[in-house]
């Protein structure tokens, strides 16, 4: 999730499949478990989705 270091773009949440470094303008919320990652292929930009634990 981008913080407020990036203030245009705060709040918004970015799924990486790549190692990123560290610049300050993110937060890891979690990864998504290997055997689930085909699950990306449904989500769109722009589509509302809601993270369970």
């Given amino acids: ?5 990036l203030v245009h773009y705060r709040g ?5 499949l790549k190692e990123m470094k560290v610049d300050g303008q993110r937060n ?3 990864h998504i478990d290997e055997n689930e990652i085909f ?3 449904h989500i769109k ?3 509302v989705f809601t993270f369970v634990e």
């Fill in 45 to 47: 930009a722009k589509d």
């Fill in 28 to 30: 890891l919320l979690g």
């Fill in 1 to 5: 999730m981008v913080n407020d270091n």
């Fill in 12 to 16: 918004e949440i970015q799924i990486v």
């Fill in 39 to 41: 699950i990306l292929e």
